[in-house]
C-alpha cells in the first residue's frame, strides 16, 4: 500500500495521509479488491478535487516518485483539478504535459487528461504527437486519447490517426471539423457505400449530420441507406445537408408516410407491417430538403397522441420541437400544444421531464404563431437520444 512504500515514499504517505486527515476521510483502506476502473486512489483524487491545496500536495508528493504507477496517479490528481476548477494552477497543466514524456503508464495517464481538455491541450499538440510517436501509431489506445485531443484542438495531423481508428468501438470524437472534409470524405464515402453492414456506420452517420451542408458529396452513399437499419441516423443526415440532397426526396416522403419501412422480417424476405419510428426523422428530413411540410405535419402530429393520457418520451419531444420548426404550416398541432400548457397535471409525473415538454410547447406555439417562423431557417433535428 502506498503508506507502506519503501524509500521516498515515507514522506509521500504521510502528506497523502495529513490531506486527507484535514479534510476527515482518514487514512487509504488495506483494500485487497475493488471493481474495475475505480481504486481507493480514484476515491480519494475525488474527494480532493474540492480542496486545491490538499491536492496541489498529493501531486507535488507523488510526482517525482520512482514508481511510474504512482507518477501516473499524480497526473491523474492533476488532471481532477484541471476538470474542477476553471482556474487552476499552471503548475498543474505542467505536471500533465510532463507526463508525455514520461514512461508509456504516465504518459497514457496524461493523454486521457488531455483528451478530456478540449482547447486548452493547443499549447500541448506538439508533445503529444510524440508522445503518440515513441510508440507507434499502432497502439490504438494511445492514439484514441490523442486523437481526441488533437481533433477538440483541430489539429490537422489527427486527420490521419482518425482515418486508422475511426471504426474502433471506443472512438467516439464528435464533431470532427467540417473543413477536414475534403481530406477524409475518400476513406468515409468508401465505407459507407459497402451497405447494411459498412463497418463503422454508426459513427459515420452522425458525423455526417454534424457537418451539415458540407456533407453533401456523401448524400448519394446515404440515400442508399434508407433502405437498411441505418434509414434514421441516414435521414437526419439528410436533412441536415439540406436541398443538395433533393435525390433522397421521394424516399423520404415515402418513409414518413409510412408507405414504405426499412425493416424486413428477414434477409430477402417481405417487409414488417411494423410502424417505424424513424418516420419522424424522414419527415422532417423530407421538409429541410423541399421546403414542403404536408409530409411532415403528416407523419408528426399523430406522434403527439401521448400526450392526451399525459404520457411522455424522448419521440414526444422531438415531435413537438419538429412542428415548432416547421412553423406556421403546423396548425394543426396548436390545440394540442395550447391543451399541455392549459393543463395542471404534468406529463410523465415528473418534473424535469414535464419542464421539458413545457418549455418545447412554449417555443413551438411561438414558432407556429409568431411571424417570425418564416423568416428563421429551419434548426437542425436533435437527437432522441
Known amino acids: 500500500m502506498l503508506l507502506a512504500a519503501p524509500g521516498g515514499a515515507q514522506g509521500t504517505g504521510r502528506r497523502i495521509a495529513g490531506a486527507f486527515a484535514e479534510i476527515g476521510t482518514g487514512a487509504l483502506p488495506q483494500t485487497p479488491w475493488w471493481p474495475y476502473g475505480y481504486t481507493p486512489m480514484e476515491r480519494y483524487q475525488e474527494q480532493l478535487a474540492a480542496h486545491p491545496r490538499e491536492a496541489r500536495a498529493l501531486v507535488d508528493g507523488l510526482v517525482r ?3 511510474p504507477s504512482l507518477r501516473a496517479e499524480a497526473v491523474r490528481a492533476a488532471g481532477k483539478q484541471l476538470h474542477h476548477w476553471r482556474s487552476p494552477s499552471p503548475h498543474l497543466w505542467e505536471t500533465v504535459a510532463a507526463g508525455l514524456e514520461d514512461e508509456v503508464e ?5 493523454l486521457k487528461v488531455l483528451a478530456r481538455s478540449g482547447g486548452a491541450a493547443a499549447p500541448f499538440a506538439d508533445r503529444i504527437v510524440r508522445a503518440v510517436a515513441r510508440t507507434g501509431s499502432s497502439d490504438w489506445t494511445r492514439s484514441h486519447a490523442a486523437v481526441r485531443a488533437l481533433v477538440r484542438i483541430e489539429d490537422p495531423r489527427a486527420s490521419r490517426h482518425y482515418l486508422e481508428h475511426f471504426d474502433h468501438s471506443l472512438l467516439e470524437v464528435l464533431p470532427l471539423p467540417a ?4 481530406d477524409l470524405f475518400p476513406a468515409f464515402r468508401e465505407r459507407l457505400a459497402e451497405g447494411p453492414e459498412a463497418r463503422g456506420a454508426d459513427k459515420l452517420l452522425p458525423l455526417l449530420a454534424e457537418w451539415g451542408p458540407a456533407a453533401a458529396p456523401a448524400a448519394p452513399e446515404l440515400a442508399g441507406l434508407l433502405d437498411t437499419g441505418h434509414a434514421r441516423p441516414a435521414a437526419e443526415a439528410l436533412g441536415r445537408i439540406g436541398p443538395a440532397a433533393s435525390a433522397a426526396a421521394d424516399a423520404l416522403a415515402a418513409l414518413a408516410r409510412g408507405d414504405t419501412s426499412p425493416w424486413r422480417f428477414g434477409p430477402g424476405t417481405e417487409r414488417s407491417p411494423k410502424p417505424w419510428q424513424g418516420a419522424q426523422t424522414a419527415a422532417w428530413a423530407h421538409w429541410r430538403i423541399t421546403g414542403d411540410p404536408a409530409p ?3 407523419a408528426l402530429l399523430p406522434e403527439l397522441r401521448p400526450l392526451d393520457g399525459h404520457a411522455l418520451s424522448p419521440l414526444v419531444l422531438r415531435a413537438v420541437r419538429a412542428l415548432g420548426a416547421v412553423g406556421p404550416p403546423a396548425a394543426a398541432a396548436l390545440p394540442v400544444l395550447r391543451a399541455v400548457l392549459a393543463s ?3 406529463s410523465c ?3 424535469l421531464w414535464d419542464e421539458e415538454l413545457c418549455r418545447a410547447a412554449r417555443e413551438a406555439l411561438e414558432e407556429i404563431e409568431g411571424p417570425r417562423a418564416a423568416r428563421r431557417p429551419p434548426p437542425a433535428a436533435r437527437s432522441q437520444h
Open 344 to 346: 395542471g397535471r404534468r
Open 65 to 67: 516518485h520512482p514508481d
Open 106 to 110: 504516465v504518459s497514457d495517464a496524461a
Open 179 to 182: 473543413h477536414w472534409a475534403a
Open 349 to 351: 409525473a415528473d418534473i
Open 296 to 298: 411532415a405535419v403528416a
